[in-house]
């Protein structure tokens, strides 16, 4: 854009003030599997596999591939003595047999909260649960994973009051959630189960503390600003739940993956912008999206 195009700037499009989240950036699991991965090929020399893409941000993966950290849908094809890292989202309990049993190299980057989850329900089997419920996303790799660790316990997924009103459920039943759950969500699941007479509750909630804070202040920015930036991988299921969240509170809400999905009408008119990010989104992407955000001359028309 020239001089004069920028003198043209109509009010609207008026540098915005923009408040960024207090938690931004990759969250603990993540940055401690990318730093696991790369160690492994520091040691093993590369590539290295690991199953499945190690975050949920395109971006990143793209990256890691040019280190050697390739990601792979199956292991079948794999040598033994081939290094596989497991993701922080952790997997089900045959699935790491089925590895080890094949000769790899396993590394475990299974975030020491998904671990703590998959241990608890493991427990609730072992102390004799009729039922187990795990509040979360049926289809998300870190639900199948602690599906698994029920066995042979009856396991359910609910998502909703509405999900666990078609159970039918006696005995003793424990309760878990999926790491990334909105907290709201299971605060109701718990709450209709509580009213129930006929069931003994065991309660273990292992929403990790950093979706707790990242949702908090999400919404906070959502209630305070006139639009909201989420920034995360479209894969990344706990960006959407944060977008969802922000919608519900501002419908100025906007997902968006990269700076080039940035468009003048999510902003236009708005005095102040929140910047909000999932636990997979770099920094780095955050700071171009900033950039670009705050200056009305490089803003996408
Ligand atoms: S969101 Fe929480 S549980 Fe999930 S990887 Fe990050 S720190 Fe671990």
Do not use: W
């Amino acid at each position: 854009m020239n001089t004069q195009q920028r003198n043209t700037v109509p009010d609207q499009v008026a540098t915005p003030c923009l408040k960024c989240s207090k938690y931004i950036g990759f969250c603990f699991g993540v940055q401690r599997a990318i730093e696991m991965a790369r160690e492994a090929v520091a040691g093993h020399g590369a590539p290295i596999r690991t199953l499945g893409p190690l975050i949920h941000n395109p971006q990143v993966v793209a990256q890691l591939r040019r280190e050697g950290i390739r990601d792979v849908k199956r292991f079948t094809h794999l040598k033994p003595g081939a290094v596989l890292v497991i993701r922080s989202h952790g997997v089900p309990c045959a699935v790491e047999q089925r590895m080890r049993a094949r000769g790899l190299k396993v590394i475990d980057a299974t975030c020491p909260f998904v671990k703590k989850a998959q241990n608890l329900i493991a427990s609730l089997a072992r102390d004799g649960c009729d039922t187990i419920l795990v509040v979360g996303e049926p289809q998300h790799p870190e639900v199948e994973g602690l599906v698994s660790y029920g066995t042979p316990v009856r396991v359910h997924v609910v998502r909703s009051v509405e999900e666990l009103k078609a159970l039918k459920l006696a005995g003793r039943v424990g309760v878990v959630a999926q790491t990334t759950q909105s907290p709201a969500c299971f605060r109701k699941i718990i709450a209709s189960l509580k009213r129930r007479q006929d069931i003994q509750l065991t309660v273990h909630d292992t929403i990790c503390r950093e979706t707790n804070r990242r949702q908090r202040d999400a919404l906070r920015l959502a209630r305070q600003c006139d639009a909201i930036l989420v920034i995360g991988g479209k894969n990344s299921a706990n960006t959407a739940r944060l977008h969802q969240r922000c919608l519900a509170i501002n419908p100025r809400s906007f997902h968006i993956e990269q700076a080039d999905e940035l468009t003048p009408e999510m902003l236009r008119g708005a005095a102040t912008v929140g910047l909000v990010s999932g636990a997979s989104t770099p920094v780095s992407i955050i700071a171009e999206i900033a950039r670009i955000a705050a200056a009305p001359a490089g803003r996408p028309q």
